[in-house]
């Protein structure tokens, strides 16, 4: 069964750090990853989208990597600005009508 | 292209009161689904379309939840006899499917349901 998890749960950070959020997925066989933002109360906005033959796709300050046969993903944020606060999803979609994603990272960047 | 739209946004209602929410696709999106979310979680599968078959339903969905999308166009997500369990935000996405590589979720604002 894939399972999807996203560490930190929680992250703070002074306004212009670099960061790094991380997902990790337990079975390799994915078709592709989905990065998304969520604020509070709202619906999910796509960021990114890797393809598994994909290492790496990136969306200005965004850059998302992919390594399939360790099961892990991560999204970078260049010199983040507290309009990026909000929690962030990755999504595995495996195929047919299944993508199981993470619970999410809440990042908080303070001015 | 205006993206994906759901009415309404939020919902209060009492224990035992059917409910209806309404969702408009991408206009040619092929894929509908429905997936339920709470607090802390990501999204949960609910059900899909494609076009205007429905082909999968999830274990969660009880027999009092239906979904319909007639003529593939819009959707509709009813519960009756809702209960306090039902809380939750039920979020729409779809997709213009082509290739499985290639499957990318648009999703709609939600709405929020709350039972009292």
């Known amino acids: 069964k894939q399972e999807v998890t996203q560490i930190p749960a929680a992250l703070s950070v002074p306004e212009g750090e670099n960061l790094v959020l991380n997902c990790s997925f337990t079975?390799?066989?994915?078709?592709?990853l989905q990065w998304f933002r969520q604020d509070p109360g709202k619906g999910l906005t796509s960021l990114l989208l890797?393809?598994?033959?994909?290492r790496e796709q990136t969306s200005g300050r965004l850059n998302a990597s992919l390594d399939k046969s360790s099961g892990r993903s991560t999204l970078y944020i260049a010199a983040s600005q507290p309009g990026d606060s909000a929690t962030y999803l990755c999504?595995?979609?495996?195929?047919?009508?299944?993508?199981?994603f993470g619970a999410g990272t809440r990042l908080f960047v303070k001015a | 292209d205006t993206g994906v739209s759901q009415d309404p946004r939020h919902k209060i209602t009492k224990r035992g009161q059917n409910v209806t929410f309404r969702c408009d696709p991408i206009?040619?999106?092929?894929?509908l689904y429905w997936y339920r979310q709470t607090l802390g979680q990501g999204p949960e599968f609910l059900t899909y379309?494609?076009?205007?078959?429905?082909?999968?339903k999830s274990r969660l969905l009880s027999d009092r939840f239906s979904a319909e999308r007639p003529k593939g166009s819009f959707s509709t997500l009813e519960i009756q006899r809702t209960e306090q369990g039902d809380s939750a935000m039920y979020l729409c996405?779809?997709?213009?499917?082509?290739?499985?590589?290639?499957?990318?979720?648009?999703f709609g604002s939600g709405t929020q349901l709350s039972v009292l």
């Open positions: 379309f494609q076009n205007e078959a429905q082909l999968e």
């Open positions: 079975d390799s066989a994915i078709y592709n």
């Open positions: 996405a779809s997709s213009l499917y082509a290739t499985d590589t290639n499957e990318k979720l648009f």
């Open positions: 999504a595995v979609y495996t195929g047919g009508f299944k993508t199981i």
């Open positions: 890797i393809q598994s033959s994909q």
């Open positions: 206009s040619e999106h092929n894929r």
